[in-house]
């Protein structure tokens, strides 16, 4: 299989065995890799309506065709069910650990089943091996990973924290700074007592053209130094200005869209006052992934990766908090502990709205008020969060449910798709991205369509509006889960010009099919299908935006920021239906799913 190992690893951790079988070629074919493959696998092997947290529910992570084979090709990502939306989750990471899982000689991994006590897994030149984890147990991101690399000669490390062992619903996977971030992909690593997995290996991959794949990940990375000189010196955060200028930054939950205090906490106050060095994903030239440290004060730190911009929207302007070092002190926390920065952040945001509101008080929180700006209380929450300890208990199941302590009145308060916490685009003056957010496969997420590039970075909506762009939403939406499934770098590749037409000459480089352009985007729209089909099956609610985005409007005093109209927003839903032949209720029809090949 020219791209692939042709292995993958089936671990069943009930029965403590592991055997390797031959990747399935024809299902490749359909889904490529990655996240397509990964919704195949979940649909295929997990039993409708099992809990997330249950021993049937799957684990699976997968590399793709191009992991490992260029440039911002370092990804590989997990799928299972999701602990905090109950739908599909599919998560990618970058870092190291996805080329050195294919190195080891690895397509995919499968895990099934509950461990009795905790273990990890080596994975080495094809071979597989359960090892004894209750000396790992406990332990937070960074000395597990150093204490399995010292164990195992430098092996690459993705682990859980304390967070995916207590079951926190918004638990990740990490491989050092980087994350499997959403939808509490940690938390079913941590049900299953699986505490890491080491790789090591120097199989090489077979490439049908490999002088092409060299060509194109080459121009694609010299294209992309020259075109984001500003994302490779600032990483994510140099957007957050950009955001806060367009009055779209969420600010005190959602309650406005610009931040007063933003050039307190923005990207060049990171790299003047904090900035150690770069760091980047194996191969990667932009290295985005700024390095920083507070060398004194309550919140010294020696290193951290980040923050991106959704941290620093999420513990920032969405908080109140324009304290920078609690920012990073949080980013540190979260990343230690696995936890996903954009929920815990916004469920804080949350709990500032709900006592400012008199929702809540103090009492409620175990004495620990919350005001806007309050960054003590924010540190003091998160590792009883991690812990499951006293409120955190609460807090740990994410801010959605986390609202039945606190009855309907909360509930209206938070910000969520399918209960997933928003990411940092603020709906109100930007419907094309909201509303994207709200028809996101995985509850709200900004990278299943990024349509924020096109409608606040190029202004692409403003003469005709979204709903005259409604197939560009889709083109994006089947374009990114080929992304996904390849797997490539969104950010990268959307530098180095990695369009249709570019991608479909690299898979055919990479494997030797001979797709066309429209086989390449039938496959992106296939893998959505295939996940939309997973989430009806698993009863997910209707795509619909959060109840405050069309009852209030924003309340700072810039322009626009008025509720969403909600007849144009089920409006544009029908249309988005309709372009995509599914019926009213969003279900794909019968002759679709034939005419996709996934009936």
Same mark, same amino acid.
């Given at each position: 299989?020219?791209?692939?190992?042709?292995?993958? #690893?089936? %671990?069943?951790l =009930?029965?403590?065995?592991a055997?390797?079988?031959?990747?399935? !070629? +024809?299902? *490749?074919?359909?889904?490529?890799?990655?996240?397509?493959?990964?919704?195949?696998?979940?649909?295929?092997?997990?039993?409708?309506?099992?809990?997330?947290?249950?021993?049937?529910?799957?684990?699976?992570?997968?590399?793709?065709?191009?992991?490992?084979?260029?440039?911002?090709?370092?990804?590989?990502?997990?799928?299972?069910?999701?602990?905090?939306?109950?739908?599909?989750?599919?998560?990618?990471?970058?870092?190291?650990?996805?080329?050195?899982?294919?190195?080891?000689?690895?397509?995919?991994?499968?895990?099934t089943?509950?461990?009795?006590?905790?273990?990890?897994?080596?994975?080495?030149?094809?071979?597989?091996?359960?090892?004894d984890?209750?000396?790992?147990?406990? #332990?937070g %991101?960074?000395? =597990?990973?150093?204490?399995?690399?010292a164990?195992?000669?430098? !092996? +690459?490390? *993705?682990?859980?924290?304390?967070?995916?062992?207590?079951?926190?619903?918004?638990?990740?996977?990490?491989?050092?700074h980087?994350?499997?971030?959403?939808?509490?992909v940690?938390?079913?690593?941590?049900?299953?007592?699986?505490?890491?997995?080491?790789?090591?290996?120097?199989?090489?991959?077979?490439?049908?053209?490999?002088?092409?794949?060299?060509?194109?990940?080459s121009?694609?990375?010299?294209?992309?130094?020259?075109?984001?000189?500003?994302?490779?010196?600032?990483?994510?955060?140099?957007?957050f200005?950009?955001?806060n200028?367009?009055?779209?930054?969420?600010t005190?939950?959602?309650?406005?869209?610009?931040?007063?205090?933003?050039?307190?906490?923005?990207?060049?106050?990171?790299?003047d006052?904090?900035?150690?060095?770069?760091?980047?994903?194996?191969?990667?030239?932009?290295?985005c992934?700024?390095?920083?440290?507070?060398?004194?004060?309550?919140?010294?730190?020696e290193e951290?990766?980040?923050?991106?911009?959704?941290?620093?929207?999420s513990?920032?302007?969405?908080?109140?908090?324009?304290?920078?070092?609690?920012?990073l002190?949080?980013?540190?926390?979260?990343?230690?502990?696995?936890m996903?920065?954009?929920?815990?952040?916004?469920?804080?945001a949350?709990?500032?709205?709900?006592?400012?509101?008199?929702?809540?008080?103090?009492?409620?929180?175990?004495?620990?008020?919350?005001?806007?700006?309050?960054?003590?209380?924010?540190?003091?929450?998160?590792?009883?969060?991690?812990?499951r300890?006293g409120?955190?208990?609460?807090?740990?199941?994410?801010?959605?449910?986390?609202?039945a302590?606190?009855?309907?009145?909360?509930?209206?308060?938070?910000?969520?798709?399918?209960?997933?916490?928003?990411?940092?685009?603020?709906?109100?003056?930007?419907?094309?991205?909201?509303?994207?957010?709200?028809?996101s496969?995985?509850?709200?997420?900004?990278?299943?369509?990024?349509?924020?590039?096109?409608?606040?970075?190029?202004?692409?909506?403003?003469?005709?509006?979204?709903?005259?762009?409604?197939?560009?939403?889709?083109?994006?939406?089947?374009?990114?889960?080929?992304?996904?499934?390849?797997?490539?770098?969104?950010?990268?590749?959307?530098?180095?010009?990695?369009?249709?037409?570019?991608?479909?000459?690299?898979?055919?480089?990479l494997?030797?099919?001979?797709?066309?352009?429209?086989?390449?985007?039938?496959?992106?729209?296939?893998?959505?299908?295939?996940?939309?089909?997973?989430?009806?099956?698993?009863?997910?609610?209707?795509?619909?935006?959060?109840?405050?985005?069309?009852?209030?409007?924003?309340?700072?005093?810039?322009?626009?920021?008025?509720?969403?109209?909600?007849?144009?927003?089920?409006?544009?839903?029908n249309?988005?239906?309709q372009?995509?032949?599914?019926?009213?209720?969003?279900?794909?029809?019968?002759?679709?799913?034939?005419?996709?090949?996934?009936?």
């Amino acid at each position: 299989m020219n791209g692939y190992t042709g292995h993958t #690893l089936w %671990v069943d951790l =009930t029965q403590q065995t592991a055997s390797v079988k031959a990747t399935d !070629g +024809e299902m *490749v074919k359909k889904v490529l890799g990655g996240r397509g493959l990964g919704i195949m696998l979940l649909t295929q092997l997990a039993p409708a309506g099992v809990d997330p947290l249950a021993p049937e529910n799957p684990l699976i992570l997968a590399t793709g065709s191009y992991t490992g084979a260029g440039v911002f090709s370092a990804f590989f990502n997990v799928t299972t069910k999701s602990p905090l939306t109950g739908l599909a989750a599919a998560s990618h990471c970058g870092g190291k650990w996805g080329p050195g899982f294919k190195r080891a000689g690895f397509d995919a991994l499968v895990v099934t089943g509950a461990a009795v006590r905790p273990c990890y897994l080596v994975l080495e030149e094809g071979q597989a091996a359960l090892k004894d984890a209750d000396h790992l147990w406990g #332990l937070g %991101v960074f000395a =597990t990973e150093a204490k399995l690399k010292a164990d195992h000669d430098g !092996g +690459e490390v *993705v682990c859980i924290g304390p967070a995916g062992e207590n079951l926190v619903k918004f638990a990740t996977l990490m491989n050092g700074h980087r994350a499997a971030g959403r939808g509490g992909v940690g938390a079913v690593m941590g049900s299953k007592k699986l505490k890491a997995i080491v790789v090591k290996g120097k199989i090489g991959t077979n490439f049908f053209d490999k002088d092409k794949v060299k060509a194109i990940s080459s121009q694609g990375g010299k294209k992309a130094v020259e075109a984001a000189q500003a994302f490779a010196k600032f990483g994510s955060s140099i957007a957050f200005d950009f955001f806060n200028a367009k009055h779209t930054l969420p600010t005190r939950n959602f309650r406005g869209g610009h931040f007063a205090d933003a050039a307190l906490i923005n990207a060049q106050a990171l790299k003047d006052r904090y900035f150690v060095k770069d760091r980047g994903c194996l191969t990667c030239p932009l290295k985005c992934g700024n390095v920083h440290q507070v060398k004194d004060g309550p919140y010294q730190l020696e290193e951290v990766e980040g923050p991106e911009y959704e941290t620093l929207m999420s513990f920032g302007s969405n908080c109140g908090n324009s304290n920078l070092e609690s920012i990073l002190m949080a980013n540190l926390l979260c990343n230690d502990l696995g936890m996903d920065t954009i929920t815990c952040g916004n469920t804080f945001a949350w709990l500032m709205d709900l006592c400012e509101s008199g929702i809540i008080t103090a009492g409620d929180l175990d004495g620990t008020s919350m005001r806007w700006g309050q960054h003590e209380s924010i540190m003091a929450l998160i590792p009883k969060i991690a812990a499951r300890q006293g409120i955190g208990d609460v807090l740990a199941e994410g801010s959605y449910r986390a609202s039945a302590k606190w009855g309907p009145r909360a509930l209206a308060r938070v910000i969520h798709a399918k209960k997933q916490e928003y990411p940092g685009y603020e709906s109100r003056r930007s419907f094309g991205t909201g509303f994207s957010l709200a028809t996101s496969s995985r509850g709200a997420c900004h990278l299943r369509a990024q349509l924020y590039v096109n409608e606040l970075f190029a202004g692409e909506f403003q003469e005709k509006g979204f709903e005259a762009h409604i197939a560009t939403l889709l083109d994006k939406e089947h374009f990114l889960a080929v992304a996904d499934s390849l797997l490539t770098c969104k950010f990268g590749m959307r530098n180095a010009g990695y369009t249709w037409p570019v991608l479909t000459e690299l898979y055919n480089a990479l494997t030797g099919e001979n797709l066309a352009l429209e086989d390449l985007k039938r496959i992106g729209e296939r893998i959505w299908t295939l996940e939309r089909l997973y989430n009806l099956r698993e009863g997910v609610e209707a795509d619909m935006l959060p109840v405050r985005f069309v009852t209030e409007d924003l309340d700072d005093g810039q322009p626009g920021g008025a509720r969403v109209d909600e007849k144009r927003f089920l409006a544009a839903r029908n249309l988005y239906y309709q372009t995509r032949g599914w019926d009213e209720q969003g279900r794909p029809p019968a002759q679709k799913l034939i005419d996709l090949g996934v009936a």
